[in-house]
């Protein structure tokens, strides 16, 4: 009998490595003919999956981990036609079944029959349908043939290739698309001045894609100066939020004025403030900073995660997902929004030849960084404290 081993949340500040049940084609008590078996070659740590091991989600203990899944296909469903045993495949968080209406029309983060509790569901997360998470060895991914983006098959120089450039090409799961999403969804382009609000993972892959949207000047905020001095290695201006003086006025020194064209939150729920408050939680801290130094007419892109329910909130509001947020100000600046889950097919495989054309380096700009399966406990334990990495697991030591 084939084994498995998966990373396990076991309460707050806790993971572990165990053996978990080797996948099969199944939903239930139903075959999932639709479905295929990945050998997993990379899963990725993303800060949404810490925001449930400091416990500040509803997560059950034993959640097997993980939403970031590169992998080879073991084991093919009956019905999946174009997707082959061999394959090297990205697979998009947003678990979407391509029938429904959402589906249809490209809304893939909010599919309609893949989640009993609501629409979206995603791989190893807290009320995204109890799908088996992929910081595993092997996992089961179904609707495969929409699902999947095959990157080559196997025995080809096209797969060759991709293996080669596969610390770039594993970011196509999630942070790359996700944080193009959010440049791409407040307008940025050609010549646009923006401010990225947070230099985590996804905020280092938002900045990466304003630049490849073609913005003139792109600025990224920050409490940590080891992240703001890895998004200075590629480019890009920076404000150290730990100072006295406003966010506006830290634009207005690198760029004249106190304002930007555009804005996106990578931050989410758990922000912190600015200045003297900085080692204090203000969960509507970046959503009202960003609304201030966003010029009228302006957008606003939100990536970062926000939550319905938070054990950990500052106050019974912020338990709850209810902010203090000015939305006065942004009505009175015209400004648009746009939340929620990135439609990953949207944008992944105009990402995955920027990336095999020498486009787009995502990996240096979130420095990717390798560790095993077994060391994934401690890559956990090295984000929380501010990392300026992208921890990368590779369960087969299949990365050179």
Partial sequence: MPTNRGLAYMGPGKVEVQSIDFPKLALGSRQCHHGVILKIVCTNICGSDQHMVRGRTTAPHGLILGHEITGEVLEAGRDVEFIKVGDLVSVPFNIACGRCRNCKEGKTGICLNVNP????AAYGYVDMG??????????MVPYADFNLLKLGSKGTAERDRAMAKIKDLTLLSDIVPTGYH??????????????????GPVGLACAAGAQLL??????????IPERLAQAKSFGCETV????????????????GVPEVDSAVDCVGFEARGHGADAAVERPATVLNSVMTVTRAGGAIGIP??????DPGGVDANAKTGNLS?????????????????CPVMRYNRALMNAVLYDKFHPAKAVNATIISLDDAPKGYQDFDKGAAKKFVIDPHKMVA
């Fill in 325 to 341: 947020i000015r939305i006065g100000l942004g009505w009175a600046k015209s400004h648009s929004f746009t939340t929620g889950q």
């Fill in 182 to 199: 959010g440049a791409y969804s407040a307008g940025v382009g050609p010549g646009s001045i923006v401010y990225v609000a947070g230099a």
């Fill in 117 to 120: 509790a609501r629409p979206g």
């Fill in 130 to 139: 109890g799908w088996v998470g992929g910081q595993a060895e092997y996992v």
């Fill in 240 to 255: 150290d939020l730990r100072k006295d003086a406003s966010l506006g006025d830290q634009i207005a020194a690198i760029i």
């Fill in 304 to 309: 970062g995660l926000y939550v319905t329910d």
């Fill in 214 to 223: 073609g913005a003139a000047v792109v600025i990224v905020g920050d409490l």
